[in-house]
């Protein structure tokens, strides 16, 4: 059974994505997907690549291509979405495996471990093509390259954030005291890293250059480079610090990709939306208040910063929750739903508020 989407209507889709990031787009982006659309087919028993599986290199890539067919084919796709392989899969700060931290999965969830415990001046991080991870995710590119020819948008692994993946290597309580004892050597780490987040990027786009559109785990798509930036060590750091190590990668950041959204990750860092959002080349802001917060109507005040500002938003909520945020916010976020198959009609109504 063959996926239900065109190149013409991917076009379509590019489009708005396009406009979407330049601000130019005159009603919400909306990628909305039905799940169940379409009964599954027998395929090969490989199972869909998540975190709990990843580290499995028992399938060949083109099984595992094939499984993923499989699941997207059931999808009904509407709005603004299009069919998307999500590479976070591999887990956050998957740059850190990269660069020779090891990748645990044991519990269903993948987190990284240095190989050994070093003092920060003996911590050297450099990208490393030949890693098998690397040359894993390659391998599965390339045989969703040939089996796609585009149709499908494979995603960006979640390279995770240059402070985020020092606190791999060095630990997140030893890196906080860097921050006084050692800045010096916690800048020359976070430039080291850096460069080798430009050079994964590179690498990997290189292989997907064919499919000419890319995307990354917020699911937008770009033509040009464009990445989810983040630091969720930012969120036990104050303002200064925060000017000090973090703000100059991201205006590197900024000024390097075509188009960057800013995954600001808990009510903890609220306090540096300013900062943020001073980024002249920051195009929009993913704000996500952490479990246990309020749901999206309470961040009316937050969503309407963002927009004063000249960025644009994601919101993360369900369908219901955006029809009740747009009666109030009338920017133009971007909204990623999944429904079932059943409430259609549902989300036929949702996309009207486009």
């Known amino acids: 059974m063959a996926i239900r989407f065109d190149m013409e209507r991917m076009e379509k889709v590019r489009r708005a994505h396009e406009l979407w990031w330049k601000g130019q787009l005159d009603r919400p982006l909306v990628q909305m997907r039905l799940w169940g659309a379409y009964p599954a087919e027998k395929r090969c028993p490989a199972p869909v690549l998540s975190?709990?599986?990843?580290?499995?290199?028992?399938?060949?890539?083109?099984?595992?291509?094939?499984?993923?067919?499989?699941?997207?084919?059931?999808?009904?796709?509407?709005?603004?979405?299009?069919p998307l392989v999500n590479f976070d899969c591999y887990g956050p700060g998957v740059l850190a495996a990269f660069c020779g931290a090891k990748l645990d999965n044991s519990s269903g969830r993948v987190w990284f471990f240095?190989?050994?415990?070093?003092?920060?001046?003996?911590i050297h991080v450099h990208y490393n093509p030949e890693s098998p991870w690397v040359q894993r995710i390659k391998a599965i590119y390339r045989a969703g390259l040939d089996k796609w020819q585009g149709l499908v948008i494979m995603g960006m692994?979640?390279?995770?954030?240059?402070?985020?993946?020092?606190?791999?290597?060095?630990?997140?309580?030893?890196?906080?005291?860097?921050?006084?004892?050692?800045?010096e050597e916690v800048q020359r780490l976070c430039g080291e890293i850096q460069d080798a987040?430009?050079?994964?990027?590179?690498?990997?786009?290189?292989v997907l250059a064919p499919q000419r559109f890319n995307s990354n785990w917020a699911g937008l798509l770009s033509e040009g480079d464009s990445y989810v930036l983040q630091c969720d060590f930012?969120?036990?750091?104050?303002?200064?610090?925060?000017?000090?190590?973090?703000?100059?990668?991201?205006?590197?950041d900024t000024e390097t990709l075509t188009h960057s959204i800013y995954h600001l990750d808990g009510v903890g860092q609220l306090n540096h939306l300013d900062d943020l959002l001073s980024l002249e080349g920051l195009n929009a802001v993913q704000w996500v208040p952490g479990d246990g917060k309020p749901g999206a109507m309470h961040w009316l005040d937050v969503y309407r910063r963002i927009e004063k500002a000249g960025k644009q938003c994601q919101i993360l909520c369900n369908a219901g929750d955006f029809t009740r945020v747009?009666?109030?916010?009338?920017?133009?976020?971007?909204v990623n739903l999944?429904?079932?198959?059943?409430?259609?009609?549902?989300?036929?109504?949702?996309?009207a508020i486009r």
């Open 197 to 206: 987040w430009y050079a994964a990027y590179r690498d990997l786009a290189g």
């Open 234 to 252: 930012a969120y036990m750091i104050g303002n200064p610090m925060f000017r000090q190590f973090v703000l100059s990668t991201l205006k590197k």
């Open 326 to 334: 747009m009666a109030e916010f009338h920017g133009t976020p971007y």
């Open 157 to 183: 692994p979640d390279l995770g954030g240059v402070m985020d993946v020092a606190a791999t290597f060095r630990g997140t309580e030893n890196l906080m005291m860097d921050l006084y004892d050692e800045p």
């Open 51 to 82: 975190q709990a599986n990843c580290a499995d290199f028992s399938w060949s890539p083109e099984q595992v291509i094939d499984a993923i067919d499989g699941h997207l084919s059931q999808f009904e796709y509407l709005g603004d979405a299009y």
């Open 338 to 351: 999944s429904m079932p198959a059943g409430e259609k009609d549902a989300a036929l109504k949702t996309l």
């Open 114 to 122: 240095p190989e050994e415990e070093k003092e920060i001046q003996d």
